[in-house]
């Protein structure tokens, strides 16, 4: 709509990243704002978050904090292309067999973000990313999705687990999933460096 996009969708992630990062923080120089509001602007506009979030169902309102929720969009293809670097890989290989594959796997009750097998046991783990969505709607498409993969999926003696990924701790998440077995709660974090350059 501004005629500032020049990514390409053959792009890998991270030249697609740092060119739509480009483009914000000319944005925010030309009108002079903080390039959080840019951020937040955008989310707006693409994906129609409202201030205050979603309301849960004690009707009290989830915060949304947008910053968090536009980085949660690419967390999926990060997490794909860097799964070595992950302390999942220690034990779990992305699902693929015979043309599927395991990110947004297709369950016919919906897509699970990411599906992983256990090296040794055979195990299958559903793994789902928050992205914006309320603490209890993560939590019911985990169990979703892992009564689907046991019914459709698993043989005789595999056993599902499931995953939660999220940018921040939630305490609604933990007390969920404290009552259910074989779900485990991760946060991810971000940083970056800074070097100083030399003048010349």
């Avoid at 070595?84 to 297709?106: H, V």
Wanted: aromatic share 8%; glycine share 8%.
């Amino acid at each position: 709509m501004l005629g500032r996009n020049k990514i390409k969708e053959s792009d890998p992630f991270s030249k697609r990243y740092l060119v739509l990062n480009a483009a914000c923080h000319e944005l925010s120089a030309e009108i002079q704002q903080p390039l959080y509001l840019i951020d937040s602007m955008f989310s707006l506009m693409v994906h129609g978050v409202e201030p205050g979030g979603e309301a849960s169902e004690d009707g009290k309102a989830e915060p949304v904090v947008s910053a968090s929720f536009s980085l949660e969009k690419y967390l999926q293809e990060f997490i794909i292309s860097n799964w070595s670097k992950t302390p999942l890989a220690k034990t779990l290989d992305l699902y693929e067999e015979d043309g599927e594959t395991g990110a947004e796997f297709n369950t016919g009750v919906g897509e699970i973000d990411l599906l992983a097998r256990d090296r040794e046991s055979g195990d299958w783990v559903v793994i789902e990313l928050k992205k914006g969505r309320n603490s209890d709607t993560v939590v019911g498409l985990v169990l979703r999705y892992m009564g689907w993969i046991g019914k459709h999926k698993a043989s005789s003696g595999q056993k599902v687990r499931g995953i939660i990924i999220t940018g921040d701790s939630d305490d609604r998440i933990k007390y969920a999933i404290s009552a259910i077995p074989n779900i485990e709660f991760f946060t991810y974090r971000v940083s970056f460096d800074l070097v100083k350059e030399q003048l010349s």
